[in-house]
């Protein structure tokens, strides 16, 4: 329901389009797909023992939690821009050049 809520608005609402424009949009249209691959490893991973260690120091659970964002929120969308910019962005180009290349030298049938 959210996905088509989000597609309705960018269709209808110049404001959401405005918002969807603007530099931190397009960063997170960016980074969306090594973002959604890398969030399971911080969340599952170095998240969960870093609460299990605040809980276990005596930091109440509900102070922990936004500890825990703050700190790991950056970190994620930070590798997530260097995965972006060393692995994705240069498959997507060679792709696109193989697909090119591809379709300019066709073997005869």
Same mark, same amino acid.
Request: charged fraction near 15%; glycine fraction near 4%.
């Given at each position: 329901? $959210? &996905? /088509?809520?989000?597609?309705?608005? &960018?269709? @209808?609402?110049?404001?959401?389009?405005?918002?969807? $424009?603007? &530099?931190?949009? !397009?960063?997170?249209? !960016?980074?969306?797909? @090594? +973002?959604? /691959? +890398?969030?399971?490893?911080?969340?599952?991973? $170095?998240?969960?023992? @870093?609460?299990?260690?605040?809980?276990?120091?005596?930091?109440? $659970?509900?102070?922990?939690?936004?500890?825990? =964002? +703050?700190?790991?929120?950056?970190?994620? =969308? +930070?590798?997530?821009?260097?995965?972006?910019?060393?692995?994705?962005?240069?498959?997507?180009?060679?792709?696109?050049? =193989?697909?090119? !290349? @591809?379709?300019?030298?066709?073997?005869?049938?």
């Amino acid at each position: 329901m $959210a &996905a /088509l809520a989000i597609n309705i608005l &960018a269709l @209808t609402s110049e404001a959401f389009q405005w918002i969807l $424009a603007s &530099a931190a949009g !397009q960063f997170l249209g !960016q980074v969306s797909y @090594t +973002l959604y /691959l +890398l969030h399971v490893l911080i969340v599952h991973w $170095a998240q969960r023992d @870093t609460y299990e260690y605040m809980i276990g120091e005596g930091v109440d $659970a509900d102070e922990a939690v936004p500890y825990i =964002f +703050l700190i790991y929120t950056p970190i994620l =969308f +930070l590798a997530s821009w260097i995965l972006e910019v060393i692995v994705d962005r240069p498959s997507k180009q060679f792709a696109g050049e =193989f697909d090119r !290349q @591809t379709r300019r030298n066709r073997p005869a049938p």
